[in-house]
């Protein structure tokens, strides 16, 4: 499963060996597996400034979480063409996102520990607003560039009606720069071919003989050229109407056509552009494994930086498009912040409820099966019921009515919890 569960316990004698008791329930019974997650020793502060960063950390993390779900579907719309490949370039520090999590290891380089932790905080809320202000540039540049193409491809998708001409006709289907000659072009119905061919000649006076051509058809009906002279063009007009046949108002601009071919070809290039499917997949030398268990995470805020391990060709990605280049660098700089603020999280909320000196073990469980998650929340409940009597008490046993107090599992847990799912993801 790609979801994990980040739990904290007081870090005393007893919890340590209620953790013990949780990993060997949890691993007899296949629930979940599970590893420390370490998280350093930070300035703690006062508790007020505690109770502040704990609000805004709750709101950053809400707003960290909506800001990847975009990145990722901006990932999905530009590799429209190849979304099979979507997960593998969604990646943080050049490893997946599930490997990320469960070797995490807080970048000390980028967020000391000796900072205040308002000032960590800061960091990391000022990193991902900027990411979010370039995601909005970028992908609004993108999605007016769509749209144009869209409209055009629409105009060359309709009827002989409708559509546009400039990709049907050439120069050879009319009589040009005639003082008295004209060539119209008029939308017969396919019924009525023979009928055209029978009667266009005599529909009106002055009609060159032998002028129609067919030069295009749909499902519908085709479109014929007619030449005659430029005195009868309304009688004509009036004439095939009677008959059922349709002249489409055209004039034969060649230089407008030409900007008209030059603009689709240039909106199709630079779509195309953004995204090139040559190597959208990751070098097959990229390694997911961790000899040591742990990843170091680069500094973050460079847009063209190569991830660990890799060249700057490697990183780019030999064929591969600027947005999407953008895409996945600053996704995984905002997954990496993302799980950083749930560290901190952990960390406040842990002080806040077990209180000082800073003592706690924080832990990451990912349950093996979405069916067991019931189970494993009654293990973990039961095993640290202790550490809030009253409020275990009524997960443990729905019968137990507690005035004024209502609690769910959902809603409260004597242990710290935090949870994050990666299939929001997909």
């Given at each position: 499963?790609?979801?994990?569960?980040?739990?904290?316990a007081?870090?005393?004698?007893?919890?340590?060996?209620?953790?013990?008791?949780?990993?060997?329930?949890?691993?007899?019974?296949?629930?979940?597996?599970?590893?420390?997650?370490?998280?350093?020793?930070?300035?703690v502060?006062?508790?007020?400034?505690?109770?502040?960063?704990?609000?805004?950390?709750?709101?950053?993390?809400?707003?960290?979480?909506?800001?990847?779900?975009?990145?990722?579907?901006?990932?999905?719309?530009?590799?429209?063409?190849?979304?099979?490949?979507?997960?593998?370039?969604?990646?943080?520090?050049?490893?997946?996102?599930?490997?990320?999590?469960?070797?995490?290891e807080?970048?000390?380089?980028?967020?000391?520990?000796?900072?205040?932790?308002?000032?960590?905080?800061?960091?990391?809320?000022?990193?991902?607003?900027?990411?979010?202000?370039?995601?909005?540039?970028?992908t609004?540049?993108?999605?007016?560039?769509?749209?144009?193409?869209?409209?055009?491809?629409?105009?060359?998708q309709?009827?002989?009606?409708?559509?546009?001409?400039?990709?049907?006709?050439?120069?050879?289907?009319?009589?040009?720069?005639?003082?008295?000659?004209?060539?119209?072009?008029?939308?017969?119905?396919?019924?009525d071919?023979?009928?055209?061919?029978?009667?266009?000649?005599?529909?009106?006076?002055?009609?060159?003989?032998?002028?129609t051509?067919?030069?295009?058809?749909?499902?519908?009906?085709?479109?014929?050229?007619?030449?005659?002279?430029?005195?009868?063009?309304?009688?004509?007009?009036?004439?095939?109407?009677?008959?059922?046949?349709?002249?489409?108002?055209?004039?034969?601009?060649?230089?407008?056509?030409?900007?008209?071919?030059?603009?689709?070809?240039?909106l199709?290039?630079?779509?195309?552009?953004?995204?090139?499917?040559?190597?959208?997949?990751?070098?097959?030398?990229?390694?997911?494994?961790?000899?040591?268990?742990?990843?170091?995470?680069?500094?973050?805020?460079h847009?063209d930086?190569?991830?660990?391990?890799?060249?700057?060709?490697?990183?780019?990605?030999?064929?591969?498009?600027?947005?999407?280049?953008?895409l996945?660098?600053?996704?995984?700089?905002?997954?990496?912040?993302?799980?950083?603020?749930?560290?901190?999280?952990?960390?406040?909320?842990?002080?806040?409820?077990?209180g000082?000196?800073?003592?706690?073990?924080?832990?990451?469980?990912?349950?093996?099966?979405?069916?067991?998650?019931?189970?494993?929340?009654?293990?973990?409940?039961?095993?640290?019921?202790?550490?809030?009597?009253?409020?275990?008490?009524?997960?443990?046993?729905?019968?137990v009515?507690?005035?004024?107090?209502?609690?769910?599992?959902?809603?409260?847990?004597?242990?710290?919890?935090?949870?994050?799912?990666?299939?929001?993801?997909?």
């Open positions: 499963m790609s979801e994990f569960w980040l739990i904290s007081p870090g005393d004698k007893e919890n340590l060996q209620a953790l013990e008791r949780m990993n060997m329930v949890t691993s007899k019974s296949n629930l979940s597996h599970n590893t420390k997650f370490a998280i350093p020793d930070f300035k502060g006062t508790l007020d400034s505690l109770v502040g960063l704990s609000d805004e950390l709750g709101k950053l993390d809400t707003f960290a979480e909506s800001l990847i779900k975009r990145m990722a579907q901006s990932v999905v719309e530009v590799m429209e063409d190849a979304k099979g490949k979507v997960r593998e370039n969604l990646l943080a520090n050049g490893v997946d996102l599930t490997s990320f999590v469960t070797h995490f807080w970048d000390m380089a980028k967020y000391p520990a000796k900072q205040p932790l308002a000032s960590v905080v800061d960091t990391l809320a000022k990193q991902l607003a900027q990411i979010e202000t370039d995601l909005k540039s970028r609004a540049a993108y999605n007016a560039l769509k749209v144009t193409l869209e409209n055009l491809e629409k105009k060359s309709g009827n002989l009606f409708t559509r546009t001409l400039s990709d049907i006709v050439s120069k050879e289907d009319f009589v040009l720069d005639s003082e008295y000659l004209v060539t119209l072009l008029v939308i017969v119905p396919k019924q071919y023979a009928q055209w061919q029978k009667t266009y000649e005599s529909l009106s006076d002055m009609v060159v003989p032998r002028s051509k067919l030069i295009a058809e749909d499902k519908d009906g085709g479109l014929f050229t007619v030449t005659l002279f430029r005195k009868v063009i309304d009688d004509f007009k009036s004439k095939a109407r009677a008959n059922k046949f349709m002249v489409r108002e055209f004039f034969y601009d060649e230089k407008e056509i030409k900007r008209e071919r030059e603009e689709m070809t240039r199709l290039s630079d779509k195309k552009q953004q995204y090139q499917t040559s190597c959208v997949a990751l070098k097959k030398g990229s390694s997911s494994t961790f000899p040591d268990h742990k990843v170091k995470v680069t500094p973050l805020g847009p930086r190569p991830a660990v391990g890799h060249t700057d060709r490697e990183s780019e990605g030999e064929g591969e498009g600027p947005l999407l280049r953008w996945k660098v600053n996704f995984s700089e905002a997954f990496i912040a993302w799980v950083h603020i749930k560290a901190l999280r952990v960390f406040v909320e842990s002080v806040l409820r077990y000082l000196p800073v003592n706690f073990q924080a832990v990451l469980l990912q349950p093996h099966k979405k069916s067991s998650t019931k189970r494993l929340r009654e293990v973990l409940n039961s095993v640290f019921r202790h550490l809030d009597e009253v409020a275990a008490a009524s997960l443990l046993d729905a019968s009515e507690i005035p004024g107090l209502q609690l769910s599992n959902q809603d409260y847990f004597p242990y710290v919890y935090f949870h994050i799912d990666l299939s929001l993801l997909d």
